[in-house]
C-alpha cells in the first residue's frame, strides 16, 4: 500500500513510550479485581477432585442455610445448558459428569469471597470415580475410556478465529477410536522412495508437555444484570465481541443484550480467547439481582485454565550424503483435553513447509483425554513443531558436516513456493532473518566460544539457533476516525489491547491523516458503542486493525480537504494538512485550521457535515513473519544446570511501527519461548490430577535466570500491511525450544527431544551417553 | 467473626481500619483502603505482584495477616511517587516504555525501590536477584533492567539524584 501523507515519519517509525504507562507506574490502573461496585457479591466455583466421575448427587442445603450466602447454583438449576457441550464455555456447571479434575460442579455467590469459600465446603458431592485416560497414545486406542459424550463434534472454531492457517482441505479420514476428535492427512510424491534413495535417515520423537500462557493476572469477570434484562460484562478478555458471541451462544441471550467492557487485560496470550468464566457468573448475577465478581485463583488457573495441549511428534526425515532434501514423514499427535480445539493444521504446515521437501506424509491427531481443555498460547503448537523440525535439521547438518546456516538457506522456502496445503508462500522475510543469524558475531565466533570446552571441569559451552515463523491471522474489523472541534482526532476500534498496540494504531492515524501524533486519541470502545472487531490474537491487530485505521484516517482526511476545498475555492488535490491547517499547496497563508472545520461539524444551524472517516475492511492474504533466535550458554554435565549468557532474537516485523514496543514483545515473547524449553510443564499423576498447582512447582522464568535479549528488527514490507508492516507478536514465541536444544548440543553432544530441558534430562542423557 | 482496629501508617499517613482475623495485609490495603495497585497474581508469595514495603523492608502483602501491621510503617505503589512527582523508577519504567499488561509492574517497582534503597549502586547481578521474586510474562525483564540501571547510574554516591 502506498501512502502519500506530507507527514508520515512523525507517527510511524517513532519508538514513543505507551501513553498508559504513568497510569500504570503508579498502580492506578484498574483490572476486573480492582473494580468497585455497589451491592458486589462474591463467586467461587466448587470443582471436582476428580478426573473422570459420574455424578451421583449433589447436596446444597447446608451451603444455602449459611449466612452471607446469596445462590447455590448446580447445573439442574441452569436450563440453558445441554447435555452435549460443544465447547468448554457451554460445560458451565457439570452435569451428571466430570471429565477433568478442577472442572466447576457447583457455584456459589456471598457476601465475602471468605464465605462463598466456606459454602464450598459445605456443598456434598457424591462421585462415582470412573475410569481415566491421561496420557494421549493410550487414549488414542480401542476401548480407552471415553471423553467426550457420543456426538460431540470437533471444535475448530480456535483455528478459524485465531490463526486463519489454511483450516487445509486436508483429506483425513473420518475419526475412528473413541477419543480422536479431528485428524488431517498431507501427502504429496514417494514417501517410500525417498527414503529408500535417502544416505541419511533420521527418525525423533519430539515432545513437549501442556504448559500454561501464565499470563499474571487471573482469569476475573464482573456481571451485573439490570432490570430490563441487559447484562454488563466487565471481562479480562483478548476479544470482547467474541466473549459477548459465546455468552450469548451458551444463555440463548441475544448479543444486542449483552453488552462486553474490555477492561485493563493483565496479560492473555491466548488464554483469554474464549470464554470460560464469563457465563456462570452472568447467571449468579442473574438469580441474585446483584452485581458478581469471579476471580480465578492461581491453583483454579494452573489446574483448570486452558493451557497449551501437550504435543508429541514423531518424525522421518531422508536426505543424500550431499544435504539434498528427499523425503519428510510425520505424525503430530495433540492432547486437546477434555474439549475440542486445537489448531491442528499449524503443525503440518511448519514440519513439510518451511523447507522444500519434494516428498512428505504429515498426519495430525487431535486426541481427548481427562484433562483440562487447551486453548490457543501465542503461535498455538509453533514452538512444538520447531522444536520438532528445527532439531531435526540441525542434525542433519552435523551429521553431513554442513554448515547449519547454509544448509537450511538452500532449502529454505521463498515467496510462491507451496506450502503442504498447497497455497502460496506470501512474501517474507525468512532468508533475510536467516542471514543475520549467520552474519551475527556470536555465530561467527562460536567455534572460540566452544573450545574452552573440557578446560573447565564439568562446564561446556555451546552456540545453537533455529528459525521459526507464523503465517499471521486475519479477520475482519472496522474503526472510526473523528475530527473534533478543536482540530483534534478521535480513533475508536473494539479492539483490546494486550500488546501496546493502541499507541501504534494512533502513530499509523497521526500518519495517514497528516497531523502530530499528540493530538490523537485511540479509544478501545465496549461492545454497545465500538465498530465490530475481531480477537487481539494471531499478530494481526497491527496488521488487520491497522488497516481500517489507516483507511479510516484517510478517508477522514479527505472528508477534511473536500470541506477546506469549498472553503478555500481550490481542488482538494493541490491541498496539505501541515501543523494543524489545511493549505494549498505552495501557498502557506492560504489556508483554514483544522479546528475550524471540527467546529463546522458540530455548530448549530451549520450545513458542514462533521468528519467522520470509517473503514470496514475483510481480508484475505496473510503476511508471514519469521524470527530466529541464537543462544551461547554453558551446561554443567555433572548437575545439568544451564547458564544461559547470551539470547538474540532477530525478527522480520515488516516495517517496526513502533519500535520501543516491537522490541517489548520480542523480548517477552523469548523468554515465554525459553520458559518452554528449560523449565516449564503442567505434570499430571496416573489420575490426571496436576501434581504441580503453584508458581513454587510450574517453574517461570525469573530476571535472575536470564541475560538480557538483544534484538535485531529486520523490516522486509508486506505487500499488503499497513506501511508494509507484519504481526509481531507471536514469532518471538517460536524458535527457542529448538535453539536451546541445539545449543545444548553443540556443548554437550548431547540431544534433547523432550521440553522442558531440565538439569535432570540434561545430567541423565549425558550420565548414559556412550563415551568415544 | 468480630473485626478489629488496625492502628498503622499507610503511605505515610496514619490509618486505623476494622479488620478480620483472617485479612491478609493486601486484603486489607485492597478492600478497606481501596489501594488496588498491590496486586494478587497468586496469593501464595510465589509472584511478588502484591509487593509492599513494611518499615522500608520489601514484603509480598499477601503472607501476611493485617494486623501484623499493627504500629508499622507501610509504603504501597501509590505511596512511591504522585502522577506529578514520579519516582525515578517509575519516570525510568515510563520512559523506557517497560510496561506492557502492567499487572506486575507496582510489585516489581517496589521490589526495585527495596533494592536501590539498600544499595544505590548494585551490580547487574543484584538487580535480577532483587526483582527475582517478582515474576513478568510481558516484558523478558530485559527493559526492567535497564531503566533500574539508568536510575542507579544517575545517583550519587550519597544517594541523592544527580
Known amino acids: 500500500m502506498t501512502m502519500k501523507t506530507t507527514r508520515d515519519v512523525k507517527g510511524v517509525g517513532l519508538s514513543i513510550p505507551r501513553p498508559d504507562g504513568p497510569e500504570k507506574v503508579l498502580g492506578r490502573v484498574q483490572y476486573v479485581a480492582d473494580l468497585p461496585r455497589r451491592g458486589l457479591l462474591h463467586a467461587k466455583l466448587l470443582r471436582s477432585p476428580h478426573a473422570h466421575a459420574r455424578i451421583v448427587k449433589i447436596d446444597t442445603s447446608k451451603a444455602k442455610a449459611l449466612p452471607g450466602v446469596r445462590a447455590v447454583l448446580t447445573a439442574a438449576d441452569i436450563p440453558e445448558l445441554k447435555k452435549k457441550a460443544p465447547t468448554r464455555a457451554h460445560a458451565v456447571l457439570a452435569i451428571d459428569r466430570v471429565v477433568f479434575a478442577g472442572q466447576p460442579v457447583a457455584a456459589v455467590a456471598a457476601d465475602e469471597p471468605a464465605i462463598a469459600e466456606e459454602a464450598l465446603d459445605l456443598i456434598e458431592v457424591q462421585y462415582e470415580v470412573l475410569p481415566v485416560s491421561v496420557d494421549p497414545l493410550l487414549s488414542m486406542q480401542p476401548g480407552a475410556p471415553a471423553v467426550a459424550d457420543a456426538g460431540t463434534e470437533a471444535d475448530t472454531r480456535e483455528a478459524l478465529a485465531h490463526s486463519a492457517v489454511a483450516v487445509a482441505k486436508s483429506d483425513a479420514p473420518p475419526p475412528k477410536a473413541v477419543n480422536v476428535s479431528q485428524q488431517s492427512k498431507f501427502q504429496k510424491g514417494d514417501v517410500a522412495k525417498g527414503f529408500a534413495e535417502s544416505d541419511l535417515v533420521l527418525e525423533n520423537t519430539y515432545r513437549v508437555p501442556m504448559v500454561h500462557q501464565g499470563y499474571l493476572e487471573p482469569h476475573a469477570v464482573l456481571a451485573e444484570w439490570d432490570s430490563t434484562g441487559q447484562l454488563t460484562l466487565w471481562a479480562s478478555t483478548q476479544g470482547s465481541f467474541n466473549t459477548r458471541s459465546e455468552v450469548a451462544d451458551v444463555l440463548e441471550i441475544p448479543e444486542n443484550r449483552i453488552r462486553v467492557v474490555p477492561v485493563e487485560c493483565g496479560g492473555g496470550f491466548g488464554g483469554k480467547i474464549r470464554a470460560l468464566c464469563e457465563p456462570i457468573t452472568a447467571v449468579l448475577s442473574r438469580v441474585t439481582g446483584r452485581p458478581v465478581r469471579y476471580v480465578m485463583t492461581r491453583r483454579e488457573e494452573l489446574q483448570a485454565g486452558m493451557p497449551a495441549p501437550q504435543v508429541i511428534i514423531r518424525l522421518k526425515t531422508g536426505v543424500k550424503r550431499d544435504g539434498t532434501l528427499m523425503a519428510l514423514e510425520a505424525e503430530t499427535i495433540l492432547d486437546s ?18 523447507y522444500r521437501w519434494p516428498a512428505f506424509d504429515i498426519r495430525g491427531i487431535e486426541v481427548l483425554t481427562h484433562k483440562p481443555s ?15 523440525i528445527e532439531s531435526q535439521m540441525e542434525q542433519i547438518a552435523r551429521t553431513l558436516g554442513l554448515d547449519s546456516v547454509e544448509f537450511r538457506l538452500r532449502h529454505l522456502i521463498q515467496e510462491g513456493d507451496p506450502m503442504v496445503n498447497g497455497h502460496p508462500w506470501q512474501s517474507n522475510g525468512a532468508r533475510e532473518v536467516l542471514e543475520r543469524i549467520g552474519a551475527h558475531p556470536l555465530w561467527k565466533t562460536r567455534k572460540e566460544w566452544v573450545r574452552s570446552n573440557g578446560k573447565n571441569g564439568s562446564v561446556r559451552r555451546g552456540v545453537g539457533f533455529a528459525l521459526g515463523g507464523w503465517l499471521g491471522g486475519l479477520q475482519p474489523t472496522s474503526a472510526t476516525v473523528r475530527l473534533n472541534p478543536d482540530g483534534s482526532l478521535s480513533v475508536l476500534t473494539g479492539q483490546v489491547d494486550i500488546a501496546g498496540t493502541n499507541i501504534a494504531l494512533a502513530q499509523i492515524a497521526a500518519s495517514a491523516y497528516g497531523l502530530d501524533l499528540d493530538k490523537v486519541r485511540i479509544t478501545t470502545g465496549d461492545t454497545d458503542v465500538a465498530p465490530v472487531t475481531g480477537l487481539s490474537a494471531g499478530s494481526k491487530t497491527v496488521y488487520t486493525v491497522g488497516t481500517a485505521v489507516l483507511q479510516a ?8 480537504l473536500d470541506i477546506a476545498a469549498k472553503e478555500l475555492e481550490a481542488a482538494a488535490e493541490d491541498l496539505e494538512i501541515e501543523d494543524g491547517r489545511v493549505v494549498v499547496r505552495g501557498v502557506p497563508d492560504r489556508g483554514v485550521t483544522l479546528a475550524s472545520i471540527g467546529k463546522k461539524g458540530n455548530l448549530y444551524m451549520s450545513k458542514v457535515s462533521p468528519v467522520l472517516g470509517v ?36 525478527q522480520d516485523v515488516g516495517k517496526a511501527i513502533n519500535p520501543l514496543g516491537v522490541e517489548g514483545q520480542m523480548q517477552g515473547g523469548a523468554v515465554q519461548s525459553l520458559g518452554m524449553a528449560l523449565s516449564e510443564g503442567l505434570i499430571y499423576d496416573e489420575l490426571g490430577r496436576l501434581t504441580n498447582p503453584s508458581l513454587l512447582d510450574y517453574r517461570k522464568l525469573t530476571a535472575a535466570d536470564l541475560p538480557n535479549i538483544e534484538t535485531i528488527i529486520v523490516e522486509k514490507p508486506s505487500p499488503s500491511g499497513p506501511f508494509g508492516a507484519r ?24 540431544r534433547i527431544t523432550e521440553c522442558p530441558i531440565s538439569p535432570e534430562r540434561i545430567a541423565l542423557a549425558f550420565a548414559a551417553k556412550p563415551t568415544a | 467473626m468480630p473485626k478489629s482496629v488496625l492502628s498503622c501508617t499507610v503511605n505515610d499517613e496514619a490509618v486505623e481500619v476494622l479488620v478480620r482475623p483472617y485479612d491478609t495485609l493486601l486484603d486489607s490495603l485492597r478492600e478497606d483502603l481501596g489501594l488496588t495497585g498491590p496486586k494478587e497474581g497468586c496469593g501464595t508469595g510465589d509472584c511478588g505482584a502484591c509487593t509492599v514495603h513494611l518499615d522500608g523492608k520489601p514484603v509480598a502483602s499477601c503472607l501476611m495477616l493485617a494486623m501484623q501491621a499493627r504500629g508499622r510503617k507501610v509504603l504501597t505503589i501509590e505511596g512511591l511517587g504522585r502522577w506529578d512527582l514520579l519516582h525515578p523508577l517509575q519516570e525510568a519504567f515510563v520512559r523506557l516504555g517497560v510496561a506492557q499488561c502492567g499487572f506486575c509492574i507496582p510489585g516489581v517497582l517496589m521490589a526495585a525501590a527495596a533494592v536501590l534503597a539498600e544499595n544505590p549502586h548494585p551490580t547487574e547481578e543484584e538487580i535480577r536477584y532483587g526483582i527475582a521474586g517478582n515474576l513478568c510474562r510481558c516484558t523478558g525483564y530485559t527493559k526492567m533492567l535497564t531503566a533500574i540501571t539508568e536510575v542507579a547510574a544517575a545517583t550519587d554516591a550519597g544517594g541523592s539524584r544527580r
Open chain 1, 337 to 354: 483435553g477434555a474439549f475440542s480445539g486445537t489448531v491442528l493444521t499449524v503443525s503440518a504446515v511448519f514440519l513439510g513447509s518451511m
Open chain 1, 374 to 388: 487447551v486453548a490457543a498460547y501465542r503461535a498455538p503448537v509453533a514452538p512444538q513443531t520447531i522444536f520438532a
Open chain 1, 553 to 560: 484516517a484517510q478517508d477522514a482526511r479527505r472528508q477534511t
Open chain 1, 615 to 650: 473503514s470496514r475492511p475483510a481480508f484475505s492474504q496473510q503476511a508471514p513473519g519469521f524470527a530466529a533466535q541464537l543462544a551461547r550458554l554453558e551446561v554443567d554435565t555433572d548437575t545439568g544446570e544451564v547458564v544461559l549468557r547470551d539470547f538474540v532474537v532477530v
Open chain 1, 727 to 750: 504481526g509481531v507478536g507471536e514469532p518471538p514465541i517460536i524458535p527457542a525450544p529448538a535453539a536451546i536444544a541445539n545449543a545444548i548440543h553443540d556443548a554437550t553432544g548431547v
